[in-house]
């Protein structure tokens, strides 16, 4: 086999493991069963953690204390209190193990309002700084502490090979000697060095390596997809990270959700054990991904022996029935299904991880040095960390007439929807767990792009003027632009080609025409991959990279702009870690392909001075022919760009779902699993009043092409509670002027019959009055769609959907009702 023997920094400790088996020993399998199950927080009590014994509880992306966003640090400890308090009840003669909280803080402790949020590992990548990473280490554990967890998942270490896939902007690198680099620093400021006194003490958290293994080389970079590497490949590319965080310590491996030849990882023997344990060596645990387990072929969420005999240590099981999978797997361990050997060896890695965290000699979360201290989330020595990471990570394409660095004492035009957006620049995985649905409001203390501009222009004697469009009272000397990719995460975030088409070509149009008005431009592009941005390129003088840079946007201007007296202050010096695409189908492209033609090859990045030959001349054609689409997707998981849901109860209260849940005097709507992490929405009508739920969208859709072409809308829905009242499938264009489809029957004939795909056909949908009162034929009124998608009614309802589109070629003479 291609895998190397690797040796950890973390030296067997014998003391250790003679506790470990002295625990061990009087531990029952109901006792060892609930190490290995971990619950999310909002599915599991204080008693459940006594009663089932359990070992770990995890929150998701957004999930809360109370689920209340703005949660202070000491409401997380409170919470991590009660979970301690219950696991240390030994009242009914259970032997003590003390519990862990485990959160995804990728790039900052994400969950929590007011965090250093740093950028994400793609930005890191292009600081070429692997110090610095260890910093980002040691100011994430702090907060993380701060909040009284103890176990941190990340860092991601995924090699990622299709820039198509959600997750780029979470890896360092397509090359994995970056990875490999990175992953040990990050690893040693999460921890601590293993070697040292530091060692996960109480400002230092245990960290996971994930996703094992081949997450980032996927066919097509389809999230939870295939990959095909030879063995070698999957060692060599895939591997590099798992090398370098084992040998700095790294105690905790998550298993991955995609498949190697067509086995998932989560039940794959020869990975997980063959490989990682018994070769590689490594002797923390293996804790599974969000319900994970559950792809495996022949089991379920509830009952899935075949992870454990793989190699699963921690089964993660968000599913509010959890506990039909302990009782499983105790009788499965009780029958020798799963053999008893094999669950010591699980629950002997948990302890072996907890000894060496020195829980069991710890006090409980408040009684820790840095618990509850609020002053330690978004501190401003954790903020000037993240602020040198975004000057680092900044990577300039282009530098026509050496026009950056700017002179801050010009007249300086802001624009773009990226200037002044906390939320877009701060990406995935921020307060929410896609990044979508928060304000500027969820980002106290924080500082965007437009901050740090009118910092340094204002303070050096110049004059910034912002507009969201680019208009101005006062032609500038120069106009920066910022704009690019709004936030996703995982799954959400996969691609079928690399063409930048956001916003429908407004930022492009917005570039050409400042510069057709004989204004020099810089464009700073937020995204979380490559893309395929020639025509904006040619519309720009300067064209400068920003990644999604998290909390600390201010940072952008340290170094776009000279010091009052002439001076570069922050040179730019970030390089490319992933090679940029000549055309928008080039895909996958690394470095070292033997076809290898990038517009921009890995590591370039211009610096301040040198010269460009770029010119405005790139190719802005292209052949669409991918592009062709039949589909209007309106919602796969999540509101699809530029969605978003609203509802609206019997008295006018009109809300937005921003986070996990809404509510108004009607109706409540929120995110729930159907097949993996909130994928669904549930809107639940009290029968108080009308009330009604929309995919909603300030820009007009048109889709009289769809009505042409035989469209329809189509849906996947499971009602769980029949209507108590009529219920009507609405297309509205503004106030007072929808039309209206009588749904009654369909949804009445869906109660209690599980998920079902309805398609309804546009032609259906009656005349409309338009804004102005009048009467229009459906052709024009297709013209004027702001929601596509409305559910109403003013009687009780529950039901869920998962999935919206518009269709052509779809439509039938009626309503058609099939399986999923």
């Known amino acids: 086999m291609p895998w190397p023997k690797v040796t950890s920094v973390v030296a067997p400790d014998p003391a250790i493991e003679e506790k470990v088996e002295a625990i061990l020993a009087q531990m029952s399998v109901e006792e060892k069963v609930g190490q290995m199950i971990q619950p999310e927080i909002k599915q599991v009590t204080p008693q459940d953690i006594k009663d089932y014994h359990i070992g770990s509880v995890l929150n998701g992306g957004g999930s809360v204390p109370n689920n209340d966003r703005y949660a202070k640090a000491s409401d997380w400890v409170a919470l991590a209190d009660s979970f301690f308090d219950a696991a240390a009840d030994c009242s009914d003669g259970k032997v003590y193990v003390p519990m862990m909280w485990g959160t995804d803080a990728v790039h900052g402790v994400g969950n929590v309002v007011g965090a250093t949020l740093f950028p994400h590992n793609i930005a890191l990548g292009a600081t070429g700084n692997p110090e610095l990473i260890r910093q980002i280490g040691e100011v994430t554990a702090r907060e993380i502490a701060a909040i009284g967890i103890d176990w941190d998942f990340s860092p991601t270490v995924a090699v990622v090979r299709d820039d198509r896939w959600g997750r780029t902007y979470e890896s360092y690198s397509e090359d994995p000697k970056i990875v490999y680099d990175y992953a040990a620093k990050m690893v040693e400021g999460l921890q601590g060095a293993g070697d040292a006194d530091e060692f996960l003490n109480t400002e230092h958290v245990i960290a996971t390596a994930k996703h094992f293994i081949g997450d980032g080389g996927t066919i097509n970079g389809i999230d939870r997809g295939d990959c095909v590497d030879d063995e070698q490949v999957l060692c060599d590319i895939h591997g590099a990270g798992y090398i370098s965080a084992i040998e700095a310590g790294v105690q905790s491996v998550m298993a991955s959700f995609n498949s190697w030849h067509g086995e998932k990882l989560h039940g794959h023997k020869h990975l997980l054990t063959t490989v990682l344990k018994d070769t590689m060596g490594f002797d923390g645990l293996v804790v599974g991904d969000w319900n994970g387990h559950g792809f495996i072929e022949g089991a379920s969420v509830l009952d899935c022996p075949q992870a454990i005999n793989a190699g699963l240590d921690i089964f993660m099981v968000p599913d509010p029935d959890w506990k039909v999978l302990f009782q499983n797997t105790v009788e499965q361990i009780n029958s020798g299904v799963i053999p008893m050997e094999r669950a010591d060896d699980a629950v002997r890695r948990i302890l072996r991880v907890k000894l060496r965290a020195g829980l069991f000699e710890r006090e409980k979360p408040s009684a820790r040095p840095l618990a509850g201290r609020d002053e330690v989330i978004g501190s401003p020595e954790h903020r000037a960390v993240a602020r040198q990471a975004v000057r680092e990570s900044l990577v300039m394409l282009k530098n026509k007439n050496q026009l950056l660095p700017l002179n801050p004492k010009q007249k300086i035009l802001v624009a773009g929807d990226g200037a002044d957006n906390l939320s877009k620049q701060a990406g995935g995985w921020s307060v929410t767990w896609q990044g979508t649905g928060t304000t500027r409001k969820d980002f106290p203390g924080a500082s965007s792009v ?68 004989g204004i020099p431009v810089v464009s700073l592009f937020i995204t979380g991959r490559p893309l395929w941005v020639n025509r904006e390129l040619n519309a720009s003088d300067a064209f400068v990279v920003i990644w999604q840079p998290g909390t600390e946007g201010a940072g952008v201007g340290d170094v776009l702009f000279t010091t009052a007296s002439g001076e570069i202050a922050h040179p730019i010096k970030g390089k490319l870690t992933f090679s940029w695409p000549r055309t928008p189908d080039q895909g996958p492209l690394n470095v070292g392909d033997t076809d290898y033609d990038p517009l921009f090859p890995y590591g370039f990045g211009l610096t301040y001075g040198e010269v460009d030959t770029l010119g405005d001349d790139l190719p802005e054609e292209y052949d669409a022919s991918f592009e062709a ?58 029968g108080e009043g009308e009330g009604f739920v929309a995919l909603s969208t300030r820009d007009r859709q048109v889709m009289v092409d769809y009505l042409e072409n035989d469209g329809a809308l189509v849906f996947e829905l499971r009602v769980d509670s029949a209507p108590t009242a009529p219920v009507t499938l609405r297309l509205g264009c503004g106030p007072n002027s929808n039309s209206d489809l009588d749904i009654t029957d369909t949804v009445k004939s869906l109660a209690d019959k599980g998920w079902a795909k309805v398609t309804v056909p546009l032609h259906l949908f009656p005349d409309v009055g338009s804004d102005f009162g009048l009467v229009l034929p459906p052709e024009e009124f297709f013209y004027r769609i702001l929601e596509p998608f409305t559910l109403v009614t003013q009687g009780a309802l529950d039901l869920r959907f998962s999935f919206v589109e518009v269709q052509k070629h779809k439509a039938g003479k009626a309503i058609e009702v099939s399986a999923c």
């Open 629 to 686: 689409s039949d589909e209007m997707p309106v919602f796969n998981r999540r509101p699809m760009e530029p969605f978003s849901i609203i509802l609206e109860g019997c008295k006018n209260d009109r809300v937005t779902l921003t986070g996990n849940a809404a509510e108004t005097t009607s109706i409540s709507v929120s995110c729930v699993d159907r097949e993996v992490q909130e994928d669904a929405r549930r809107a639940l009508w009290n």
């Open 450 to 517: 437009l901050d740090g501009i009118r910092d340094a222009v204002t303070s050096a004697g110049g004059n910034v003027e912002f507009n969201q469009d680019g208009a101005y009272s006062e032609k500038p000397d120069v106009a920066i632009v910022v704009w690019g990719e709004s936030p996703y995460a995982e799954m959400q975030g996969d691609v079928q080609n690399l063409l930048y088409k956001e916003s429908a070509g407004r930022d492009w149009a917005l570039l050409q025409k400042l510069k057709a008005e």
